[in-house]
């Protein structure tokens, strides 16, 4: 579970050179998406989460109230080697997120929000990457 994390988190974080411009997200705020793994990254840069926003929107995740879209988050994750194992655990763990801060309107904001509870989670639950895994792929297919 943790290689299809690996390889969904690289898959989604693709999307960030789409959504450089659109989120205001500067490289100095977030060089690339992988980092999100890391023990010291930092979830205050409303900015990020207008980026993530565009991520998820750009692979068709989102309904149009900017809330997860639950099928089309299943078949993304599904669509990884073994992404099966995975995607109703994930689906689930976000829209688990989405309910403990469905309370904030400012979707930059809460989206921002909702990525921090879903990193925590899956850091409780072992699902989350190693860096060092992680690194080596990026580092791999950028060759
Ligand atoms: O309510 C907003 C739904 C969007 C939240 C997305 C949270 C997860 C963001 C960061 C992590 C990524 C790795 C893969 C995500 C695939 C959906």
Redesign the pocket.
């Known amino acids: 579970t943790v290689d299809v994390?690996k390889d969904?988190?690289l898959g989604?974080g693709e999307a960030l050179q789409h959504c450089r411009e659109e989120s205001q997200l500067t490289e100095e705020k977030m060089e690339e998406f992988f980092h999100?793994w890391r023990e010291d990254f930092r979830f205050d840069a409303r900015e990020l989460g207008c980026a993530?926003?565009c991520m998820?929107h750009h692979y068709n995740?989102?309904t149009d109230s900017?809330?997860?879209h639950h099928e089309n988050?299943h078949e993304?994750?599904k669509s990884f080697p073994n992404g099966e194992v995975l995607a109703a655990e994930?689906v689930s763990i976000?829209h688990g997120?989405?309910q403990q801060h469905h309370s904030e309107p400012d979707h930059c904001w809460?989206?921002l929000r909702?990525?921090e509870c879903?990193?925590v989670t899956c850091l409780r639950r072992s699902l989350a990457p190693t860096m060092e895994l992680l690194m080596a792929e990026f580092i791999m297919e950028a060759e």
Request: include cysteine.
């Open positions: 994390m969904v988190t989604f999100f993530i926003k998820s995740l989102l900017h809330r997860m988050t993304f994750v994930m976000i997120c989405e809460r989206i909702v990525a879903f990193k």
